[in-house]
């Protein structure tokens, strides 16, 4: 590791319980602002088991289909707002192609339905919102 990158990396871990509590407001305010729409639409939210620790790095939602999933991409994109697809399963990538193994029925649709909202640190209220709101307003 070079000296930029260690004094880069010590000047946040000073300061590591202050960007987790940054990060546990921002997960816990799409939570809240996102479980109505969710449970009106068969949208899942993260959970996390009570004798679990989280580590508030991203939030994310599993619609009910793709098609579903895309959508509301495609609406985001028109709303000024990227969200993604979260990974691709292991089993469909060149190196887990490698290996002589049993399909994941779980993992590819998972992956299907999954999407990624925009979640960084110093994400403003305001931002944060613009995502919400856009959610909330978004027509399946």
């Not at 060149?94 to 299907?112: I, T």
Request: proline fraction near 6%; include cysteine.
């Amino acid at each position: 590791m070079s000296d930029l990158l260690a004094a880069y990396l010590y000047g946040h871990l000073e300061v590591w319980e202050k960007i987790q509590l940054a990060r546990k407001n921002l997960w816990n305010r799409y939570h809240v602002g996102l479980n109505d729409w969710s449970i009106t639409h068969s949208a899942l939210q993260p959970t996390v088991p009570p004798h679990c620790e989280q580590a508030w790095h991203m939030y994310y939602l599993i619609l009910p289909t793709p098609e579903f999933r895309d959508r509301l991409i495609i609406h985001l994109k028109k709303c000024s707002i990227t969200a993604v697809f979260h990974y691709l399963p292991l089993e469909n990538t060149p190196f887990g192609k490698s290996f002589d193994q049993a399909e994941c029925p779980n993992s590819n649709d998972l992956s299907k339905r999954l999407i990624r909202l925009p979640f960084y640190t110093n994400m403003s209220a305001e931002d944060q919102n613009k995502v919400i709101d856009s959610i909330l307003t978004f027509e399946c």
